[in-house]
């Protein structure tokens, strides 16, 4: 039950009405018996400032921040976490004695799933990433940040690749993969990310590497989780590949939030659950 003692968090997005958030959160405060709930605002980017002034006037504990105002909040806000300044964009905000602090939990949670999911050892990965977008960049940011040996980006648009490139680049060797070279750039990596959108339904045909890219020798992890197998991943799991679903990204970067709103650790099996559900039913 919310009463005047009830601490509250919530989304800030355009549109909000497909998130998976509110229920994953609220499931996570009944687990844990936290007197929090979770609401999903659909916020239009000319109406940002005035709810990011919400945060404050209404004393909420934090929210998460996603499409489109991942990048515009940034200024709004009054400090801002190093590694997201490095990504360039903010998923989670706390509010702390009325100032507001900028996190991303996106690559954090991302790695964080990708080694227990698959027991992965960071510093021995060679990584070809497809896609150079806003989610590229938070992996690409978070895995050179952990050690990785090195980073192929292979991406529809050049110039976006040669930005991500000549950014990760000054942590981590990294290059760009040109077209036609894509099977050899794959043949010695170890770990192959997909972070384009290409596989999300309704195109679930659709898929970024042709099957004969493929090696048992891999682990092919997929940022989409909807559907939980892409045809990249059902391909990958035919070949002997070891295989990463994008739904452990989703529920752990919920729980680092959830962590850096509440200070005790998440129930992520609990959240998993709930996401699981929720997309079984949609599928
Ligand atoms: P974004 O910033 O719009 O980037 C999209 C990327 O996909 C770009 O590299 C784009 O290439 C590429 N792309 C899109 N359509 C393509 C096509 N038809 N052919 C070739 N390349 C194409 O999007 P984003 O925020 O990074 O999200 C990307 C994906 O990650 C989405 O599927 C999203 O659902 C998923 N995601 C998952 C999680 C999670 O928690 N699991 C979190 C965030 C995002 P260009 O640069 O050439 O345009």
Redesign the pocket.
């Known amino acids: 039950m919310i009463t005047s003692k009830t601490q509250l968090v919530g989304l800030f997005g355009h549109p909000v009405s497909h998130s998976q958030s509110p229920m994953m959160h609220n499931a996570a405060f009944a687990e844990t018996g936290l007197d929090f709930a979770y609401s999903a605002f659909d916020v239009e980017p000319e109406a940002l400032e005035d709810a990011v002034a919400g945060i404050r006037a209404l004393g909420l504990r934090g929210i998460n921040v996603t499409?489109p105002h991942k990048v515009a909040i940034m200024p709004m806000l009054d400090e801002i976490d190093p590694l997201a300044k490095r990504i360039g964009a903010v998923n989670t905000v706390v509010s702390k004695d009325g100032r507001l602090f900028g996190y991303n939990t996106?690559g954090m949670?991302y790695v964080r799933s990708l080694v227990e999911e698959t027991g992965i050892v960071l510093d021995k990965q060679i990584v070809t990433m497809m896609?150079?977008?806003?989610?590229?960049r938070a992996v690409a940011f978070t895995l050179a940040e952990k050690g990785v040996k090195e980073i192929r980006i292979i991406?529809?648009?050049r110039e976006?690749a040669a930005v991500l490139a000549d950014h990760v680049g000054t942590i981590v060797p990294t290059r760009i993969v040109e077209k036609g070279e894509e099977k050899d750039a794959i043949a010695d990596s170890s770990l192959l990310i997909n972070?384009?959108?290409?596989g999300?339904l309704p195109n679930v045909q659709d898929t970024?590497a042709p099957a004969d890219w493929l090696h048992s020798g891999l682990v092919v992890s997929d940022?989409?989780?909807n559907p939980l197998e892409t045809r990249l991943l059902r391909e990958a799991k035919a070949i002997g590949a070891t295989v990463h679903s994008?739904?452990g990204?989703?529920v752990n970067?919920g729980a680092l939030a959830f962590e850096l709103w509440t200070g005790i650790a998440a129930p992520t099996e609990v959240m998993r659950e709930v996401v699981l559900q929720q997309l079984t039913k949609t599928v």
């Not at 896609?131 to 590229?136: D, E, I, L, R, V």
């Not at 972070?195 to 290409?198: E, G, K, L, N, V």
């Open positions: 499409i996106d949670g896609g150079a977008g806003g989610a590229a991406n529809r648009s976006r972070t384009t959108s290409i999300m970024p940022l989409i989780y994008g739904v990204m989703f970067q």
